[in-house]
Nanobody, 125 residues
Framework: QVPLVESGGGLVQAGGSLRLSCATS????????MGWFRQAPGRERDFVAA????????DYADSVKGRFAISRDNAKNTLYLQMNSLKPEDTAVYYC??????????????????WGQGTQVTVSS
């Protein structure tokens, strides 16, 4: 089991920044590839970003490339998503997800085993 708890969401004006965190109490966090997904009202859950187990390789959806940064601290069992230059279209519930153990990251929602409860991000224009 990899319980995941997101935090850091909120209301921000367009152009602003937020940093999301995803913490786990599990001692095997280092063995999981991690991803961030988001779901806007009336839409499917979409891939946002992913990171390898060692944190060296990252990947992003085109819509957030250059604005968002995913990172992780395996010593603190925590995943992050730094979101800059936020736009109203970034408004969604953001979820962190874990794939593994010892599996490569994926863009596909169905490849991830464990999910957090989600945190709301609202960007006003």
């Amino acid at each position: 089991q990899v319980p995941l708890v997101e935090s850091g969401g909120g209301l921000v004006q367009a152009g602003g920044s937020l940093r999301l965190s995803c913490a786990t109490s599990g001692r095997t966090f280092f063995s999981y590839s991690m991803g961030w997904f988001r779901q806007a009202p009336g839409r499917e859950r979409d891939f946002v970003a992913a990171i390898t187990r060692d944190g060296i390789t990252t990947d992003y959806a085109d819509s957030v490339k250059g604005r968002f940064a995913i990172s992780r601290d395996n010593a603190k069992n925590t995943l992050y998503l730094q979101m800059n230059s936020l736009k109203p279209e970034d408004t969604a519930v953001y979820y962190c997800a874990a794939r593994g153990p010892w599996r490569a990251y994926s863009y596909k929602e169905t490849d991830y085993t464990y999910w957090g409860q989600g945190t709301q991000v609202t960007v006003s224009s």
